[in-house]
């Protein structure tokens, strides 16, 4: 990602970082009961909730910029979440080794930490073909990169997340089905139609984009969408960004078809 997305306030890093860091406990939200926020995320598809989660790590990056050695890793790892969305093998979520180590400074505590929360996400032996969703996940991660912005900046960033999932509510909406696994199905072909619907369609990074992306108020925005995922696909650079898996490794893994390159209107 070479250029700020549009919904990143300008001057965002200009002032010094002051939040505190006491651990990833201490700065997350409150999963002893729902809260209002919990409930309004929920049933949401897959693919929603990493696009949600990418976002709040852009704001945390953003905020950290020239301030943190994790900044670019940060931005390569959401980048490449939005390849992830159209297939697993597109990223090795390992590649970079973002385990926090001892004595590590709060900017870059919080930062890795706030990568984490999407690296769970990417778990595709987890999330791929399953009826849940990584909800738990960007809840945290919206509340920890709220806690790292300046408290002048966190109302904007909390109404970004309430357009964020009302367009989410539109162009990401979970099936209405009750949970169901694998071994509920005739056939493997079943389950995986079930589970893909769940996963939802892939978004594109504009998607996130303020205050209304154009293609979302175009006569036909799903192949608007489409087009702009492929469009990020395409100029992906897998020598540049370690998440990115080279055409020759996802062959290897079982990939299909043309590598970074998104056929519009393909099933997800």
């Given at each position: 990602m070479t250029m700020t997305p549009t919904f990143i306030l300008a001057g965002l890093a200009a002032s010094p970082p002051t939040f505190v860091w006491w651990g990833r406990d201490e700065h997350t939200g409150s999963t002893r009961f729902p809260t209002p926020l919990l409930r309004r995320m929920d049933l949401k598809t897959s693919n929603g909730f990493i696009t949600l989660c990418a976002g709040t790590v852009m704001w945390g990056a953003y905020r950290l910029q020239g301030r943190d050695e994790h900044v670019r890793t940060a931005l390569?790892?959401?980048?490449?979440?939005?390849?992830?969305?159209?297939?697993?093998?597109?990223?090795?979520?390992?590649a970079v080794d973002l385990r926090i180590p001892p004595g590590v400074?709060?900017?870059?505590?919080?930062?890795?930490?706030?990568?984490?929360?999407l690296w769970r996400c990417l778990d595709h032996e987890k999330y791929w073909e399953n009826y849940y969703s990584p909800i738990l996940e960007t809840f945290h991660a919206a509340h920890l990169a709220r806690h790292m912005l300046p408290r002048d900046v966190r109302p904007a960033f909390g109404r970004w997340v309430e357009v964020i999932i009302a367009r989410l509510n539109i162009f990401a909406e979970k099936p209405d089905e009750a949970v169901a696994q694998a071994e509920d199905f005739p056939t493997v072909e079943d389950w995986k139609r079930f589970a893909a619907g769940h996963r939802g369609r892939p978004l594109p990074p504009e998607f996130l984009d303020g205050p209304q992306p154009t293609m979302?108020?175009?006569?036909?925005?799903?192949?608007?969408?489409?087009?702009?995922?492929?469009?990020?696909?395409?100029?992906?650079?897998?020598?540049g960004n370690p998440f990115l898996r080279?055409?020759?490794e996802m062959r290897a893994l079982g990939f299909v078809g043309e590598p970074y390159v998104y056929e519009q209107g393909e099933a997800p």
């Open positions: 390569q790892l959401a980048e490449a979440a939005f390849a992830y969305q159209v297939d697993w093998r597109y990223v090795d979520r390992d400074s709060p900017t870059s505590g919080a930062l890795l930490e706030l990568c984490l929360f979302l108020l175009a006569a036909e925005p799903q192949q608007r969408m489409d087009r702009a995922v492929d469009r990020h696909l395409r100029q992906l650079d897998w020598i080279t055409p020759d």
